[in-house]
């Protein structure tokens, strides 16, 4: 049967609803079990029974609690203790209780009705049993009045008529399951009704909730499911449990030396002009080479015995092509010694477009069919020089951060940590060394990289157009201009320069600000994560001031500047270097502490048998230490004694103008910032009310966990992101928001680089198919090659607009 409702008992829980018709589904499955009938008995109850029955109401057995969560058994209880101990509203006065229970019974006669049982007629002649007398007073003999007519009339209808049984129904399952249903209906009603039902907070609730900043708390880490391993067939257990051959051992490539800062920023200077000389010469002699190869419709008569006009310009594009190559001979002498090496790269395919374009127009008589269409020479020469400024660009790059990273023998390492805050990484600036900088700094670039891969596979493609050209058109003569034409369109004037000149752009704008990129190895960690800023990130050493104080009391002037300055150099915050320049001025000294514990908003230890309390003023209020009226402070660190306010300290924070914009910057391109404060004023009142800080997009941990966050002793990743020499939240913003657009940067450029590749392989493979020399004329070659150029140059001006 269904339960009765209680209005007694406690709130309902969803869950409990829903697991009591759950129970209530899989109840109703089977049918009940018959009931025992039971022997029908004939009670006869006096008029005082029935009164007695009336008067008294039925005990009601109390429902059950629904089963709650073991963590909210010890709020709850709580809860109750704090309830039981208030004056109970349950138990009204007597005169008040009288009124109750006599309006509890007119309302329980106007709901149901007690029918008495029929008594016995009594047979006529029949006498009463007479009882034996006994001792006492006699019995009062009440007069009975007579009753009036129309009493006399119900009284014989009543005995005429006798009223009817009352009769019990089987249950059945549509009456267990209507039950059922039925007290669910009732739960989800006082559950509706009691569902933003709060017990009032008591004082301390509401004096901790006053008094204490909101912190913000990890979600957490959700459990993993298992995995159903399927069953695997007789076969395949056997053949798994054959031995396999081990795999061969992939070669680690060998790692270049950490090298100092200094020697590298020496190394890299050297022959830096030397370089950018060279690329000069060759950029004029490549423009010149481009304007002999523009056809120009004026007539101009020059007389060389046996030598045409084209032949000539083709002669002194040649000579431009090879002192070009000479003027870049590193570029060539790299790409040739890697393709020996079976590890080709960007000069691999820039140094064979040179040789087979040189060949090309040294052959360039030997087959008359191509009239007057001169070879690419120039489109050639203007790659190569494209390439030997990509490497001049990456050498200053490797310079500026090499300088950068030399200006301080104890830099600080930014470096990206995995699972920092809220399982998702963050960015830590820690002081540490140049360790393993140098090494990742002479790495390869992301382009050199991605060339690995798609340098061998447009050697092979090049190849095999040319001989598709040639031999596949009957007509090998065509092979040198077709192998000409497809590695020239195959070494694309961005396959070195999509690095190298975005990279130098940055490492010089963050040089200014004393930070220092680690090459692609760190550049390429960089992704969307957290950003983790500590006290000195907000307010470098000298923006926090401490020049006065004002004792309370007997305290005397250098016991408790002492006690203040020591618990706040164990907590090792913002405020540790200005109570010790207070400590010098006063000539106290910093003394033992012991049991030290650090809270929301304060800190508390002891030292020499006292008991010391530093923090702020809500803390002090919190910890029930008063403080006078008088004192008008907004920022200021109290120091109380045994319980006893001794000295209050005058805070000034001076924020730097770089820290909003920056914090404004992370925050508009979703880099979240994690205060890691441990100073007792820096909160998110302070800083969104005095210093307008978007503190709402913020994260801000708990006590605990920043400490953790900001401590120096942690672990961190062994490939810094970058190092930098100067304090201060600016450098660091700039280096992480630039690394980070450096490696979007590289990977877009490479994008374009690569698909300007094969797609000027192709056209110029289909071009060569069909003969047309005047399609691949050199005006129309270096249209298509600056095309694919173009956003390269506004990739790399991207990367430096923030």
Same mark, same amino acid.
């Given at each position: 049967m269904s339960e009765r409702y209680d209005p007694q008992q406690p709130n309902y829980a969803l869950d409990d609803i829903l697991a009591e018709f759950s129970s209530t589904s899989s109840t109703t499955s089977a049918p009940p079990p018959p009931e025992e009938p039971e022997p029908e008995e004939e009670e006869i109850l006096d008029e005082e029974q029935v009164e007695e029955a009336e008067e008294e109401p039925e005990e009601e057995t109390p429902a059950q609690p629904p089963v709650q969560d073991p963590e909210k058994v010890e709020a709850i209880l709580q809860l109750k203790m704090r309830l039981e101990s208030r004056p109970d509203s349950h138990h009204p006065d007597s005169e008040e209780g009288e009124d109750s229970s006599a309006q509890e019974a007119e309302e329980g006669k106007g709901k149901a009705k007690v029918v008495p049982f029929p008594e016995k007629k009594k047979k006529q002649g029949e006498q009463a049993p007479q009882q034996p007398p006994v001792d006492g007073p006699e019995p009062v003999q009440f007069e009975k009045k007579a009753p009036t007519q129309e009493e006399g009339q119900s009284q014989d209808q009543d005995d005429q008529e006798a009223p009817?049984?009352?009769?019990?129904?089987?249950?059945?399952?549509?009456?267990?399951?209507?039950?059922?249903?039925?007290?669910?209906?009732?739960?989800?009603?006082?559950?509706?009704?009691?569902?933003?039902?709060?017990?009032?907070?008591?004082?301390?609730?509401?004096?901790?909730e006053t008094y204490l900043p909101g912190v913000d708390q990890e979600t957490p880490v959700p459990t993993p499911k298992k995995k159903k391993v399927p069953k695997l067939p007789k076969v395949l257990k056997a053949l798994s449990k054959l031995k396999r051959p081990k795999p061969a051992r992939a070669k680690v490539k060998p790692v270049p030396p950490d090298t100092k800062p200094s020697e590298l920023a020496a190394r890299y200077q050297k022959g830096l002009k030397a370089r950018r000389n060279r690329v000069i010469i060759s950029l004029v002699l490549s423009l010149l080479a481009m304007v002999l190869s523009v056809d120009i419709p004026v007539s101009i008569s020059i007389s060389v015995p046996g030598v045409s006009l084209t032949q000539l310009r083709v002669w002194i594009l040649c000579g431009l092509l090879a002192i070009v190559g000479i003027l870049c001979m590193e570029v060539l002498v790299v790409g040739i010694v890697r393709l020996c090496k079976l590890h080709p790269r960007a000069e691999s395919l820039v140094a064979l477009a040179w040789l087979f374009s040189l060949i090309d127009g040294l052959t360039f008589s030997v087959w008359p069919q191509r009239g007057e269409n001169l070879p690419c020479c120039a489109i050639t020469a203007l790659g190569l020089t494209m390439a030997m400024w990509g490497r001049y660009l990456r050498q200053q790059g490797d310079r500026f951060s090499a300088k950068a990273a030399a200006q301080t023998s104890a830099p600080y390492v930014v470096s990206l940590d995995e699972d920092k805050w809220n399982h998702r990484p963050a960015y830590s600036?820690?002081?540490?060394?140049?360790?393993?900088?140098?090494?990742?700094?002479?790495?390869?670039?992301?382009?050199?990289?991605?060339? +690995?891969? $798609?340098? %061998?596979?447009?050697?092979? !493609?090049?190849? @095999?157009?040319?001989?598709? #050209?040639?031999?596949?058109?009957? *007509?090998?003569?065509?092979?040198?201009?077709?192998?000409?034409?497809?590695?020239?369109?195959?070494?694309?004037?961005?396959?070195?320069? +999509?690095? $190298?000149? %975005?990279?130098?752009?940055? !490492?010089?704008? @963050?040089?200014?600000?004393? #930070?220092?990129?680690?090459?692609? *190895?760190?550049?390429?960690?960089?992704?969307?994560?957290?950003?983790v800023l500590t006290d000195g990130d907000l307010f470098p050493p000298g923006c926090i001031q401490v020049s006065q104080f004002e004792l309370f009391g007997t305290a005397k002037k250098e016991k408790t500047v002492s006690y203040a300055a020591t618990l706040l150099k164990v907590a090792d915050c913002g405020l540790t270097q200005p109570f010790y320049k207070l400590l010098q001025s006063t000539g106290a000294l910093y003394r033992e502490a012991s049991g030290v514990r650090f809270h929301e908003g304060g800190i508390t230890g002891i030292i020499h048998n006292h008991d010391i309390i530093v923090g702020t003023s809500d803390f002090m209020h919190l910890v029930d230490i008063p403080l006078p009226r008088s004192i008008r402070v907004k920022h200021a660190i109290y120091c109380a004694v045994d319980g006893k306010l001794a000295a209050m300290f005058p805070v000034t924070y001076a924020m730097p103008s770089t820290v909003r914009p920056s914090l404004s910057t992370l925050i508009g391109l979703k880099v979240t910032p994690i205060l890691a404060t441990r100073d007792p004023n820096l909160i998110p009142a302070l800083l969104s009310s005095k210093f307008k800080l978007p503190v709402d997009k913020m994260e801000f941990p708990s006590t605990d966990r920043r400490r953790e966050l900001s401590d120096a002793n942690q672990l961190h990743s062994t490939q810094p992101v970058a190092l930098l020499s100067r304090e201060g939240v600016g450098a660091f913003c700039d280096t992480v928001l630039g690394c980070r657009r450096l490696r979007w940067a590289t990977r877009l450029s490479l994008v374009f680089a690569l698909a300007g590749a094969v797609l000027g392989v192709l056209l110029t493979c289909f071009i060569a198919c069909t003969g047309s020399y005047e399609a691949l004329s050199p005006v129309n070659f270096f249209i298509f090659m600056l095309a694919w150029l173009v956003p390269e140059l506004l990739i790399a001006g991207w990367v430096n607009q923030y």
């Open positions: 009817p049984m009352p009769i019990i129904q089987p249950a059945t399952l549509l009456r267990h399951l209507g039950a059922r249903l039925s007290t669910l209906s009732r739960r989800a009603d006082h559950f509706a009704d009691h569902m933003y039902d709060q017990a009032e907070p008591d004082a301390e609730t509401k004096k901790v600036k820690w002081p540490g060394t140049s360790r393993g900088f140098g090494s990742q700094l002479q790495m390869e670039d992301g382009a050199q990289q991605a060339y +690995a891969i $798609a340098a %061998p596979l447009l050697i092979v !493609a090049c190849l @095999l157009c040319s001989l598709l #050209a040639s031999v596949g058109q009957g *007509a090998g003569e065509r092979f040198v201009w077709a192998a000409a034409a497809t590695f020239t369109a195959a070494s694309s004037y961005s396959s070195l320069l +999509a690095f $190298a000149l %975005p990279y130098k752009k940055l !490492a010089s704008r @963050l040089y200014k600000v004393g #930070a220092a990129m680690a090459g692609w *190895a760190g550049v390429q960690r960089c992704r969307h994560a957290g950003i």
